[in-house]
């Protein structure tokens, strides 16, 4: 799924009808409703997200940032409110999308200062705010500390797949989100805990793995 062109792979809108009918099916308990109210709406997701096209951010990212609120959608939408689901989801999406853009301008003020970066000599954890203070340190191992943390978070958005990087950024709370557990995540994306156990668990082996390639 790459740039424009995928918008081709999303499933075709839901009628009113269609629409309709899965939502009572929905607030009978099935997940498979739910699952088709999500799917057939992805192709809103791609059209909110592409009115944030910019350079330095891929449109597979921005999409999957968006699914996190159309999920909410799916989840909170009252249809006795006489609007479509469509239009609650578009706000949602775009609320979605916002929200991380304002934590990333808050993250890039903090994360050099209190992102934990390791452990020293007596295994305590250290971040870069303990570097910093500690005058005795050389300048060049401050930059390399400072290094590690940015190429943890380029292998982050480089190297995992867009569901593992839904994965790590809620259940670790990246970019100054929210933290979600492990059974939170299963329920917005409706599979199962020990599913997304698994998921977490490859996409961490994959971040260690290429760290310690590039180191």
Do not use: W
Not at 12 to 30: A, F, I, M, V
Not at 69 to 82: D, E, M, Q, Y
Not at 105 to 134: C, M, Q, W
């Amino acid at each position: 799924m790459t740039g424009y062109g995928c918008l081709k792979t999303f499933q075709k809108p839901l009628t009113p009808q269609e629409e309709s009918l899965y939502l009572t099916r929905l607030k009978e308990g099935d997940l498979a409703a739910r699952n088709a109210l999500i799917e057939r709406n992805m192709r809103l997701v791609a059209h909110v997200a592409k009115k944030y096209n910019l350079a330095d951010r891929d449109l597979e990212d921005m999409i999957s940032i968006g699914t996190i609120g159309l999920i909410k959608a799916v989840n909170t939408f009252n249809p006795g409110k006489g609007s479509r689901l469509a239009t609650y989801a578009a706000k949602c999406i775009d609320n979605e999308i916002l929200m991380m853009f304002r934590a990333e301008k808050k993250y890039g003020r903090e994360i050099s200062l209190f992102e934990p970066i390791g452990t020293d000599k007596e295994g305590n954890e250290i971040n870069l705010l303990d570097v910093i203070e500690t005058d005795e340190r050389d300048i060049t191992e401050r930059v390399s500390l400072q290094q590690d943390v940015q190429r943890l978070y380029d292998i982050f958005e480089h190297c995992l797949k867009d569901k593992e990087k839904l994965v790590i950024r809620m259940r670790y709370g990246l970019y100054g989100q929210k933290e979600y557990t492990q059974r939170e995540i299963a329920a917005y994306l409706g599979i199962s805990r020990s599913y997304v156990s698994r998921i977490e668990k490859k996409a961490l082996e994959k971040l260690k793995k290429e760290f310690e390639r590039r180191g």
